[in-house]
């Protein structure tokens, strides 16, 4: 029973945090030091983000497509864009690689993950008072956003945040800069997951013995949470509001320097 509660309430935290800006990985340490809930095993990190990945695939399946279909027909412009989407991921593959080791030793610290909380929000605030751009993404925007998601390796600071922030700020569309942050993301989340399944296999097989069934029933609940998660983020950015994440982002992360 304690288990399956576990696999519910990572998979609904998944969900939600993936998605939102309010930073994935810093409420999954949250989650561990004030819930008490187990980390998560490699099998059921593979699941989680399978289930996120399937979110966004569903929410912009209709981009995907276009992008897939022109890619496969040559199409300069298609290829142009997949081209934006891998430079997008360069700088954080790089700084993750370089600094897995420190990066790693933040999970542990709960004061450095209330900070970078607090940092999330004032970036987030910050966009309150920032004029609506109409642009659309360029060579250098993308790879603006894609150092903006490097940042997003440390625990505590939102990729989705992070990446639509920076995209807001140079002067992207609302929607696109949406659209560009979820899909940029789909290579490292493919990464992760093949880094998830190489220390699978380095630990012989020793990793959580969770029941097949209830990885399923954590990648579903995953990818339903996140599917609505995304089309509140959505909604959220379309409306002017979406700095309204910021107060919450700073709540979370003071809460957590005083509890912590």
């Known amino acids: ?138 060579g250098a925007r993308a790879l603006l956003t894609g150092l903006a998601q490097a940042l997003a390796v440390l625990p505590g600071i939102s990729r989705s945040g992070m990446t639509i922030a920076a995209a807001r700020m140079a002067g992207v569309a609302p929607g696109l800069a949406a659209e560009f942050s979820f899909l940029m993301s789909l290579p490292l989340l493919v990464g992760a997951a093949l880094l998830d399944i190489l220390g699978l296999t380095t630990q012989n097989g020793s990793a959580d013995s969770l029941p097949g069934w209830l990885l399923f029933a954590g990648a579903v609940v995953s990818a339903v949470v996140g599917y609505a998660a995304l089309a509140l983020l959505v909604r959220t950015l379309h409306s002017g509001r979406f700095w309204l994440f910021g107060p919450y982002c700073i709540a979370a992360g003071s809460i957590t320097l005083i509890v912590l």
């Not at 992008?67 to 496969?72: A, D, K, P, Q």
């Not at 940092?119 to 920032?130: E, I």
């Open 1 to 138: 029973m304690r288990e399956c509660l576990d696999v519910f309430l990572l998979a609904v935290l998944q969900g939600i945090t993936e998605f939102l800006p309010i930073s994935s990985s810093g409420h999954l340490v949250l989650a561990q030091n004030l819930l008490k809930t187990n980390t998560p095993g490699v099998r059921l990190e593979i699941v989680l983000h399978l289930g996120t990945m399937i979110s966004i695939i569903a929410f912009y399946r209709k981009p995907l497509w276009a992008l897939t279909c022109g890619v496969f027909k040559g199409q300069r412009a298609s290829w142009a864009a997949l081209g934006r989407i891998i430079l997008s991921a360069v700088p954080a593959a790089f700084f993750y690689f370089l600094c897995h080791d420190k990066v790693h030793a933040f999970y542990e610290d709960s004061q450095a993950v209330g900070g970078f909380l607090i940092f999330t929000g004032v970036v987030l605030l910050a966009l309150r008072w920032m004029r609506s751009g109409n642009e659309s993404v360029n």
